[in-house]
């Protein structure tokens, strides 16, 4: 299996993507640290999933927007497992309301969980990694919106374009540490954080003939994805977004 005797820090595991990652992960053979919100029963059911493959799982709570916490959980990780080789930033937070309508407390949260998440927590990996000599990827979950316009989604949108050059300012920063780190940007795919969208057939079908390939996403279309980035197979790959969105950023046609 690609990923023996690794360890994976994933956030927003509980569900949707993230759930899907860790999995995946987990069937590639790497051990798995989940970052959860919550310790709920669903959280319990992926741990007991990820065990069934024969992988050790620890369930880390913490809110990802808190620079407190993600400094614990990277120790909390670091003493549960021998190291971290993987982390994989997928925690995220959307909020919709129009640019004149967006509120300070909604922008916060939405920044704090989607940018400034990624940055204390990756900073805290890396000095794991430097601590212990050893190399590490990092795999930020970011959005076909690190590119495209999404209109009443500003503080998301520029969350993700932050997050795109938090990603190439680092696979340079970090590249003498043997650490790489690259973006996945998801286009519409089907997770909770698309609910409303979801529970409206009518929408879904206009979308849908939006996308060339004519289907909106699953998790797994992005944990495979994921799985190879975090192997050795990827070893030289840094500094790069890979959109996996069925065609929806770059369509453009007339009629
Ligand atoms: C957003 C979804 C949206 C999709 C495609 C994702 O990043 O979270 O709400 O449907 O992009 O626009």
């Known amino acids: 299996m690609q990923l023996n005797h690794q360890v994976a820090l994933i956030t927003g595991a509980g569900q ?5 990652i860790a999995l995946k992960l987990a069937e590639q053979g790497a051990d798995i640290a989940l970052n959860v919100r ?3 029963e669903r959280a319990q059911a992926v741990r007991v999933a ?3 493959c024969g992988r050790r799982c620890e369930v880390l709570v913490a809110d990802v927007s808190s620079v407190v916490a993600v400094r614990a959980m990277v120790a909390q990780a670091a003493a549960a497992f021998p190291r971290i080789d993987i982390l994989v930033n997928n925690a995220g937070i959307e909020r919709r309301a129009g640019f004149l309508e967006v509120e300070e407390a909604d922008y916060d949260q939405v920044l704090n969980t989607n940018l400034k998440g990624p940055f204390f927590l990756t900073q805290a990996f890396a000095a794991h990694c430097r601590r212990a000599g050893h190399p590490g990827k ?4 970011s959005s076909v919106h690190e590119e495209l316009p999404f209109p009443n989604f500003s503080p998301y949108c520029m969350s993700k374009g932050g997050l795109k050059m938090l990603m190439r300012n680092l696979a340079i920063e970090l590249a003498p540490l043997g650490i790489t780190v690259n ?3 998801p286009g519409a795919i089907r997770t909770p954080i698309n609910s409303k ?3 409206d057939p009518a929408q879904v079908s206009r979308l849908e003939t ?12 992005v944990a495979g994805l994921v799985a190879f980035l975090a192997s050795d197979d990827a070893g030289y790959i840094t500094g790069t977004t890979y959109v996996v969105d069925g065609g929806l950023l770059w369509n453009y046609a007339e009629q």
């Open 210 to 221: 939006q996308i060339p390939l004519r289907r909106l996403g699953l998790p797994s279309d």
């Open 50 to 52: 990820i065990e069934a």
């Open 197 to 199: 969208l979801l529970d």
């Open 183 to 185: 973006n996945v940007a």
């Open 38 to 40: 919550s310790d709920d």
């Open 138 to 141: 990092v795999i930020n979950i």
């Open 16 to 20: 949707g993507i993230g759930q899907a």
